[in-house]
């Protein structure tokens, strides 16, 4: 995870999605699942959010397709921060909607307890670049590390196949086949740690003879 700024409302937000969604929470203010799948106005943002994010993940910080005609759990998805089962109020709140991969959406559920990454501190999460795993930086608070560890165990971070395309970019970044804008551009989580901690000096041959 790395910190995101927080875009503007789309141009038609307040028409297509707070307007309508204000008026059915009116009517319904507790919804059901299936209601909501009913009413779902937040995705008439979706490509919004998408380009705004520039279809960077907001969890795993790696880029996903907009969407596929195959059946996949690799695509993106609106995510309400704040779930909408535990915040009706909220579903429809331009501040509460993230772009997510949908497999970590439904990873993510109606658990609460996630950080925010409109709110954490760039460094709070580490990259061990032999294991390809993520783990809590020992910078954080005590408080802060129980979170950052219960976010990456709920999101499944370091679970297949995050873990798996995790591994192919690093092998293919330290084989010298992916060039660092490239790196920064699809995969910036990846491409911060590997500044922070001076990678192509300190790392790259130790990962060379890890990955393939």
């Known amino acids: 995870m790395i910190r995101i700024a927080a875009v503007p409302p789309a141009p038609n937000y307040e028409f297509s999605v707070r307007h309508p969604g204000s008026q059915f929470l009116a009517l319904?203010?507790?919804p059901s699942s299936a209601q909501f799948r009913q009413h779902n106005?937040?995705?008439?943002?979706?490509?919004?959010?998408?380009?705004?994010y520039s279809g960077i993940c907001s969890y795993c910080a790696s880029w996903i397709p907009r969407a596929t005609h195959l059946a996949s759990d690799h695509h993106s998805s609106v995510?309400?921060?704040?779930?909408?089962?535990?915040?009706?109020?909220?579903?429809?709140?331009?501040?509460?909607?993230?772009?997510s991969r949908k497999d970590i959406n439904e990873n993510?559920?109606?658990?609460?307890?996630?950080?925010?990454?409109?709110?954490?501190?760039?460094?709070?999460?580490?990259?061990?670049?032999?294991?390809?795993?993520?783990?809590?930086?020992?910078?954080?608070?005590?408080?802060?590390?129980?979170?950052?560890?219960?976010?990456?165990?709920?999101?499944?971070l370091n679970e297949v196949p995050l873990i798996d395309e995790r591994t192919q970019v690093i092998g293919n970044y330290a084989h010298d086949r992916m060039p660092?804008?490239?790196?920064?551009?699809?995969?910036?989580?990846?491409?911060?740690?590997?500044?922070r901690q001076n990678f192509d000096v300190t790392l790259k041959m130790d990962v060379r003879g890890v990955h393939p």
């Open 28 to 30: 319904s203010p507790s």
């Open 41 to 52: 106005y937040w995705s008439r943002i979706h490509q919004y959010l998408y380009d705004s």
């Open 79 to 99: 995510d309400h921060f704040l779930p909408k089962s535990h915040y009706p109020e909220l579903a429809y709140q331009w501040t509460n909607f993230r772009i």
């Open 108 to 156: 993510k559920g109606d658990d609460c307890e996630i950080v925010d990454q409109f709110y954490i501190e760039n460094g709070w999460f580490e990259l061990d670049f032999l294991s390809c795993r993520i783990k809590a930086s020992p910078q954080a608070h005590p408080i802060l590390r129980q979170r950052i560890q219960h976010t990456i165990q709920i999101l499944q």
């Open 180 to 195: 660092f804008a490239d790196l920064d551009r699809f995969y910036p989580f990846i491409a911060r740690e590997v500044a």
